[in-house]
Each structure stands twice: as C-alpha cells, then as structure tokens.
C-alpha cells in the first residue's frame, strides 16, 4: 500500500461464540480515490487509468484475503454531474451486463475469487439508451449477478444528477453471494431511512453505500447515517465516499446568486464500516486513496436482533396502513385540536 501510495486499514468486528452456529466471517474492503487524469482527458483514457488505479489497490485487497470489495459511487469518472453539461459526461456510461468495466470486474472477481461491488454509469440500450446511476454485482466466479439501481436522486448543492438519470427501477435487490446476502444503496438513498430498511426487509446482511458527497453538504451526516442504520436494522453497513477535488474547464453556476467557479468541493473521502451493535471501525482519511479492511462476523446480525428486536417489535403493519393512507390525495393528517 505504501508503494502504491494508498492508506491501508484493517479492523476486526467479532462475534460471540454460539453453540449451534459456527463463525460466518466476512472480510469486506472498502476502496476510495481520487480521479487519475484532468477532467478533460479523453474519456476512454480516463477510464482506462482508473481501471489501473483500483487494479493495483484490489491485487492489496486479495493480499488481504478479502471477500468482497465495493468501490466508491460512480467510480470510472469524475463526479461531473455538478456541471449539467451532457457531454461527454454521458459517454462514460456503460452496459452494467457487459460494458468495458463489467468485463475488467469479471477479470478481477475470476482473479481473486472476490464478489465486486461496481457502482457506474448505466446506458441500458435495451430501453432505448437509457442512463442510470447503477451498482453492478459480479459474483466471485466472474458471473455478472445482477445490478441495483440508485433510488433516491439528489436535489441539493450541486449534485444537479436528474439532469442525467431518473429514479431507479429496480426496487430493494438483495445479491445472495457465497460470502453473505448483501445489497446497494447508493449515496442519497443514505439520507433515507425507508430505503435502508427495505433492503434489510429483503434480508440483506451487509449494506454497502457508495458516495460522492462534499464536505459542505453533508459532512456532519456522514459520520452517524450508515452507523445508524447498521444499529436500525440489524446489519453492517459499508460507507464509501470519494476524495479530491474535481476541476471542470467550464465554469457552472450553483444557481445561489454566488459565482460560477470549476470545481465543486473537496470530496472528503472518510469511508467507514459499522456493525449492529453501534459500534464502528474509524474512517480512512479525508485526502488520501485507501483500503479499508474489515473482517466482520455476520453472526453478530443475529446475536445483535435476538438482544434489541426491532424486527420483532417494529409495527410495519400499522405504519404500512398509515402511510398508504398519507399517501392518499384526501389524505387528513392525524391531529387531534381543542
Ligand atoms: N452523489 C450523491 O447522491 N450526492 C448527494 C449528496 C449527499 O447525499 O451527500
């Protein structure tokens, strides 16, 4: 790591030991970096020199026996969504099946015998060229296994990302792999309790939430949201948030009155892993590329419910009928006046 000039952390969450049940232990690794080439390199280039970039760090990551690796939102590119310019922004998207970096994580995933967690640009030809914010799941074998796409689209700051892709469409997946069940829920969605929940309903073991956010938007969030939802819902949760600063030829606006500038904010890095009883591993570092390992026991989810059974206790089928009904357009709320 330290050739290769990238942080490397490795922290173990244990389990107690039980009688029936033998150890489920997991090792995930958490990848964040920066952008390799200027902004306005040619595309193919700068997708090539990331591919080489999380290349080197994942070859660490097997050396570390990891699992499964998730990289951070949007990984082939620069968060470019700030500028709302269409091009060439949109020629970074890639089929999720087959595209140029599904194939790279195939290779990778047969390498190493590790599940990749690939959060890109989609461009689904199938309905007619389609863009989406998209996870794609290669299984350890190589298999593509399936793709999740990003529910919740941000309407804050500069994070202008309905100008490329709708709301996704795929609901709340859950990836049964050889090492867990796990699911994605990309950056935004992170703000939305409801979204985590879903997957956890669908019986997800690990939540991973690959990000690209600013220090000036949501910095003080990020440190409490995955970990709350670790504690929520009886999983481990996995932050992943990128870093650097991204600069853009073209000035843009924020549309706040303030002036146009070229660059967005720093991307402040911090990524983390959290487990169900409320503990959490520290974060890698605002500035630098790393590699966060974390050997998890996923027997803890279990041990974790058994304890506090928000599962048992949650009244899903009296807040279900309360929220079709606020969903309604004759919706009353229900207060009570003198
Ligand atoms: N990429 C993305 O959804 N960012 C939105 C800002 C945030 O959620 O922190």
């Not at 700068?46 to 690796?69: D, M, P, Y």
């Not at 699911?183 to 309903?201: D, K």
Request: hydrophobic share 35%; aromatic share 12%; glycine share 8%.
């Amino acid at each position: 790591a330290q050739e290769r000039e990238f942080d490397l952390q490795g922290y173990v969450f244990e389990a107690a030991p039980e009688q029936l049940r033998t150890p489920r232990i997991v090792r995930v690794g958490l990848i964040q970096n920066k952008i390799i080439l200027p902004t306005d390199a040619p595309v193919l280039n700068q997708i090539t020199a990331l591919h080489k970039r999380v290349s080197e760090i994942v070859e660490v990551a097997a050396f570390c026996g990891v699992n499964i690796v998730c990289f951070q939102e949007a990984w082939t590119m620069p968060f470019a969504f700030c500028t709302r310019e269409k091009e060439p922004w949109t020629e970074f998207a890639e089929s999720a099946e087959d595209g140029f970096t599904t194939r790279f994580c195939q290779e990778l995933a047969k390498k190493y015998n590790m599940v990749v967690v690939s959060p890109i640009l989609e461009r689904d030809e199938i309905h007619g060229g389609t863009l989406w914010n998209t996870a794609v799941v290669v299984s350890n074998t190589g298999q593509f296994l399936g793709k999740s796409r990003k529910n919740h689209i941000p309407r804050v700051g500069d994070f202008n990302e309905s100008t490329y892709y709708m709301e996704g469409n795929t609901g709340h997946r859950v990836f049964q792999t050889q090492f867990g069940r796990i699911a994605v829920n990309i950056c935004y969605g992170r703000h939305h309790p409801l979204n985590w929940f879903m997957y956890s309903i669908n019986g997800a073991e690990i939540i991973f939430n690959p990000s690209a956010t600013v220090g000036a938007v949501s910095e003080p969030m990020w440190s409490v949201e995955a970990r709350n939802a670790a504690i929520a819902n009886h999983c481990f949760t996995c932050a992943i948030n990128r870093v650097g600063t991204e600069y853009f030829k073209n000035e843009f606006t924020s549309g706040n009155g303030k002036k146009a500038h070229h660059e967005f904010g720093h991307f402040y890095g911090s990524s983390y892993v959290a487990a169900p009883d409320g503990s959490r591993s520290p974060g890698l570092s605002r500035t630098h590329d790393g590699l966060l390992v974390a050997e998890i026991d996923l027997n803890l989810n279990r041990q974790t419910a058994d304890k506090w059974n928000f599962k048992m206790t949650g009244r899903y089928d009296m807040y279900a009928d309360e929220l079709t009904k606020a969903t309604q357009n004759d919706f009353k709320p229900n207060i009570i006046k003198e």
